[in-house]
């Protein structure tokens, strides 16, 4: 995946996740008496969606490094890659967790931010776990010509 390709990609989905994240959150508490939420659902969309935050703020701190991590070694990348990745993995069940929503008896809108929520967070896993598979599994030739394609093309041409 190009550079300038992952890093918009990561960055508009870390930062449409956070704002769903926050919407749903305060609207669960706020619209609680109008939807008829009830306490543990309402606990249950506030702890996930708290996750969801730290997660999406994970990933924006991550594109901010970005330019500066692609500017180093190639080993230093494969590094921050890994990183990326089990931070990754470790997010991926908490997509399962949150669907369990879809089986509660909530509200039309809120069953609707949670659809736009997993959508957007099965979006960023998969643009991450792609950026991540392209540069830890890929031929060692292959990745080191991307890099340096991607150094020649975007990082080197905004001094």
Not at 41 to 56: A, G, K, P
Request: hydrophobic share 55%; with cysteine.
């Amino acid at each position: 995946m190009d550079f300038k390709d992952f890093h918009d990609g990561m960055l508009s989905l870390a930062l449409i996740l956070f704002i769903f994240s926050i919407t749903l959150m305060i609207g669960s508490i706020v619209l609680k008496p109008y939807i008829g939420i009830q306490s543990q659902e309402r606990d249950m969309i506030v702890i996930l969606c708290s996750i969801n935050i730290f997660f999406s703020l994970y990933y924006l701190w991550n594109v901010i490094r970005l330019e500066k991590i692609f500017k180093l070694e190639t080993k230093n990348i494969i590094r921050f890659a890994k990183s990326l990745g089990i931070a990754t993995l470790i997010y991926l069940p908490h997509v399962f967790v949150f669907s369990i929503l879809f089986f509660k008896n909530l509200h039309n809108l809120e069953i609707l931010m949670i659809s736009l929520i997993i959508l957007m967070e099965i979006l960023l896993i998969g643009v991450v776990l792609k950026e991540v598979y392209d540069l830890v599994f890929l031929e060692e030739s292959r990745r080191d010509a991307e890099i340096e394609e991607d150094r020649k093309k975007y990082i080197e041409t905004e001094k």
